[in-house]
């Protein structure tokens, strides 16, 4: 199930490329994370790891190996590692940690490898082979840093309401650790609002650094826009998030 609505998810915005034109729009990781908290690190790693080489070959007819060499090994890990996270103790603090460290993982692993071992070794891409590995390198980490921060916003705020829902909805099978945290009760609204903000502000510096260095050199115009825009957008959320829950806690506290 986890393979098969991770396939459908991605595929739907497969043609939404980063700004080097390589990589993809994927906000359905929210389905692995989904799967990683109710079901455990296996049954999240295989259907991600499946769910990515199907979306990838439906997009380039045929079986990609672009995605067998780096999407799937580094899908694999990195939600195996955001169960067990999660399987050992779940709170709503751990779940964030779960999700900027597997992510950050997760994305380093499918960049490196999509760009040295697909595209450089198995292709032999004349764009990659003529650049240097200082370059190289730089286009890695900028695919990571644009998954990322594409990815973490869906995540944090959308994978936790499905959690609850199906805690509502289907409690026999959501595990007792998960059941007794609830979201409106536990939100850790400086954790949140903070898994938000320091990535946003990451990605500012980011893109002062893009414009007015020599990387410039080798970032693309709609890349530094979008290290602007996505550490303007992650930053306004941070704030929404922490004044919203600040909010609710007064009108609470008032009404009791």
Not at 1 to 25: D, E, K, R
Not at 61 to 76: E, I, M, Q
Not at 129 to 138: C, E, H, I
Not at 193 to 212: D, F, K, R
Request: hydrophobic share 55%; aromatic share 16%.
């Amino acid at each position: 199930m986890c393979a098969a609505l991770y396939a459908v998810g991605s595929y739907t915005t497969a043609y939404i490329p980063s700004p080097w034109g390589i990589g993809q729009f994927r906000p359905a990781v929210v389905v692995p994370s989904f799967f990683a908290t109710i079901f455990g690190p296996l049954p999240a790693a295989i259907g991600a790891a499946v769910g990515t080489l199907i979306a990838d070959s439906m997009k380039h007819g045929y079986l990609y190996p672009g995605s067998f060499l780096a999407a799937v090994p580094g899908n694999f890990i990195g939600f195996y590692m955001f169960g067990y996270i999660l399987k050992k103790k779940f709170s709503w603090g751990r779940f964030v940690l779960a999700s900027n460290l597997t992510l950050t993982i997760a994305n380093l692993i499918v960049a490196f490898l999509y760009v040295f071992l697909f595209r450089v070794l198995y292709l032999a891409d004349p764009k990659q082979v003529k650049m240097s590995p200082g370059a190289l390198t730089y286009l890695s980490f900028g695919l990571a840093i644009w998954w990322f921060v594409t990815m973490l916003p869906f995540v944090l705020l959308v994978t936790p309401f499905l959690i609850q829902a199906t805690v509502a909805a289907f409690p026999s099978i959501v595990s007792e650790d998960v059941k007794a945290h609830r979201l409106r009760e536990e939100l850790p609204k400086a954790t949140f609002s903070l898994a938000m903000l320091v990535p946003g502000w990451i990605m500012i510096i980011l893109g002062l650094a893009t414009t007015y260095t020599p990387l410039a050199d080798y970032t693309p115009l709609g890349a530094q826009l979008m290290f602007y825009g996505s550490g303007i957008a992650l930053s306004v959320l941070g704030v929404v998030i922490y004044t919203r829950q600040r909010f609710l806690s007064q009108r609470t506290k008032r009404f009791r």
